[in-house]
């Protein structure tokens, strides 16, 4: 039997044999009873090597040695093969409504413990495909398999967030349970496209986050998708159908309902010991500086979990006809229609958003130099022998309210100050012009930053901007918009952007509200 240790933050009345049937040992990080765990307060000394399983109870625990942050994300998940974060059963008395989560992550500790649950994926059949000969061996098993599942997972691994900003570096795919091949897009000769269009052909189609990959192979690769209602899916989207108001990456999934456990920790490994090396932001790793030794590890795994999460999630959706009509006839539908209204982009005059950023670079010049000529601000940098900054919300709030005198409006900030914002410059502007002048300044300002030094730079090469629209973003289930630029925050009274969306030759912009 596998020596099991558990490990909380203090001692408390919990009882551990009312959830788990093995033996285990139970530690304490603090030898006293103690509510907020300081460093000062651990005095446990354990060597974690002693034991099979470590199960570390609540979040201090799960931090020191688990060494992962999140334990909602990896609640009741293997750990580098030995520690199983678990939330505190005392939690359950203010939040009840996690306890199907803790019951779930209760019944996987004990699979682990007894043998029945084990990391698939480190004992799955995956695979990196890196010669011509070896892709088109695996794509016509493929093609020709009989397995009954009727249904093929596909995923892409790429350079950029977008098509025209990058490349395709692989494409997995998974024909059943704990089975997955990355590819090289190097070894897709053209006989091998053939075969992937075979494939999608024959096979229903399942992806997570199928906006993104179907964009990339189309553009890239050629490869066109049957887009007929039940051909084509998305895991994504099949759970955000069972619960909007959870995560809906595939890494939380992952953990959540599959026992691959932590796959991609080697990726993570690997990326942040490479932007500390090279000294880059984590933002701007790319994924073509992973050897493919350790891509081919994670990507392959990623389409076997996406075919996991299928044969968990539609059969649920099966089984209820209203959701199922929402994912078939509205969710499925729409995310194809943003996938080519992306796809379509913007049409930016470019030529008139350079002169619109002349314009408004000489209007904010202009409302700053008149700015300093209010009585208020040379007498505020008179007394202070500093320049006034218009950004700094302490220098504002004294103009305002000591030497202008302007009575605050009771609005508050989150730490309890005046608050200075869009709102209360509006009430105030009907007491002195200053409040007035500095909301045109904002402005301008907002609207160059947020726009145009935004969009410019972004074009495309047909001169069009591609961002996102997010269908599945909210749990209120209205639309989202992010990447490039947010395209639904255009001021919708200003002229100046919108007057840079011009349609093409033949078309006219129309709207309705």
């Known amino acids: 039997m596998p020596r099991v240790a558990i490990i909380d933050k203090a001692p408390s009345r919990t009882d551990y044999k009312k959830y788990f049937d093995f033996d285990f040992e139970v530690f304490h990080m603090s030898s006293i009873p103690i509510t907020k765990l ?207 108001n959870d995560q809906h990456g595939l890494k939380h999934l992952a953990l959540k309902y599959t026992d691959y456990g932590d796959y991609d920790a080697e990726l993570d490994t690997f990326k942040k010991q490479y932007c500390k090396l090279h000294g880059i932001k984590e933002e701007d790793f790319t994924y073509d500086l992973i050897p493919f030794d350790i891509m081919w590890m994670y990507a392959a795994k990623d389409t076997a979990v996406t075919f996991a999460m299928h044969l968990k999630f539609y059969p649920v959706l099966e089984k209820n006809a209203k959701i199922k009509w929402v994912y078939d006839n509205i969710l499925v539908p729409g995310t194809l229609f943003l996938l080519d209204m992306e796809e379509v982009g913007i049409p930016i005059d470019a030529k008139r958003m350079k002169a619109a950023d002349l314009y408004l670079e000489d209007v904010i010049n202009e409302a700053k130099q008149a700015l300093y000529d209010f009585d208020a601000i040379k007498l505020f940098e008179k007394d202070t022998e500093t320049i006034f900054n218009p950004n700094s919300v302490m220098q504002l709030r004294k103009v305002l309210f000591d030497y202008i005198g302007l009575q605050p409006t009771g609005k508050l900030t989150a730490t309890g100050a005046i608050s200075t914002d869009a709102e209360v410059l509006e009430e105030l502007a009907d007491q002195h012009p200053l409040p007035k002048h500095l909301l045109l300044l904002r402005g301008k300002g907002k609207m160059r930053n947020t726009y145009i030094t935004k969009i410019l730079p972004e074009l495309d090469r047909d001169g069009r901007i591609r961002t996102n629209f997010n269908l599945i973003f909210t749990t209120s289930g209205r639309l989202s918009s992010s990447g490039k630029f947010n395209a639904q925050q255009i001021v919708r009274d200003d002229p100046i952007i919108k007057g840079c969306i011009v349609a093409p030759e033949g078309y006219k912009i129309v709207s309705q509200d």
């Open 38 to 244: 300081l460093k000062k307060d651990v005095d446990l000394v354990i060597d974690t090597n002693e034991y099979d399983f470590v199960i570390c109870v609540g979040a201090e625990a799960t931090k020191e040695y688990a060494k992962v942050t999140s334990i909602t994300s990896f609640v009741g998940n293997l750990v580098k093969d030995k520690f199983i974060p678990l939330t505190n059963p005392a939690m359950l008395v203010f939040k009840p409504e996690a306890k199907p989560d803790f019951e779930r992550a209760v019944g996987k500790i004990k699979g682990y413990v007894n043998g029945t649950l084990t990391n698939q994926a480190a004992v799955g059949d995956f695979a990196g495909i890196s010669t011509v000969q070896a892709a088109k061996e695996y794509l016509l098993k493929v093609l020709n398999n009989t397995e009954g599942y009727g249904f093929v997972a596909v995923d892409s691994e790429t350079t950029a967030l977008y098509p025209r900003d990058g490349y395709v570096l692989g494409v997995s795919i998974s024909y059943k349970p704990y089975e997955g091949r990355y590819i090289l897009t190097d070894c897709l000769d053209e006989e091998c496209i053939e075969l992937l269009q075979a494939i999608v052909d024959k096979f229903i189609v399942v992806f997570h986050n199928m906006k993104f990959d179907v964009k990339f192979i189309e553009y890239h690769l050629g490869i066109k998708f049957n887009r007929t209602v039940g051909r084509i899916h998305d895991t994504m989207v099949e759970h955000y159908c069972l619960d909007e």
